[in-house]
């Protein structure tokens, strides 16, 4: 199995950037294709963006479509989301995710594997 931690979350005004990182470690991480979700308070958590095992496809919800950029690195086990012109919207916990298929996946119950989460919040 893999276990997953992310950070860079924070603080950040409308119109701003962070980028998340998602350190994985365990079972090779090459072995998985990867997610972003992201929970808002009384929301249900909710798919972001999907990479394949190789990074050579990814999927993004429209909200954030333009903005998010999914990647990953896997000789260095970590999987990123790049995310720029924030939004208010975008205040959430976000969450990075494993499943060991391949296929593109946006449902929360589709990965075994999910990370602590690191709180975003975009302040207008």
């Known amino acids: 199995q893999v276990q997953l931690e992310e950070s860079g979350g924070g603080l950040e005004q409308a119109g701003g950037s962070l980028r998340l990182s998602c350190a994985a470690s365990?079972?090779?991480?090459?072995?998985?294709?990867m997610a972003w979700f992201r929970q808002a308070p009384g929301k249900e958590r909710e798919f972001v963006a999907f990479?394949?095992?190789?990074?050579?496809?990814?999927y993004y919800t429209d909200s954030v479509k333009g903005r998010f950029t999914i990647s990953r690195d896997n000789t260095k086990n970590t999987l990123y989301l790049q995310m720029n012109s924030l939004k208010p919207e975008d205040t959430a916990v976000y969450y990075c995710a494993a499943h060991s298929g391949n296929r593109l996946r946006v449902g929360a119950h589709d990965y075994g594997y999910w990370g602590q989460g690191t709180q975003v919040t975009v302040s207008s």
């Open positions: 990479i394949s095992r190789s990074g050579g496809i990814t």
């Open positions: 365990g079972r090779t991480f090459s072995s998985y294709a």
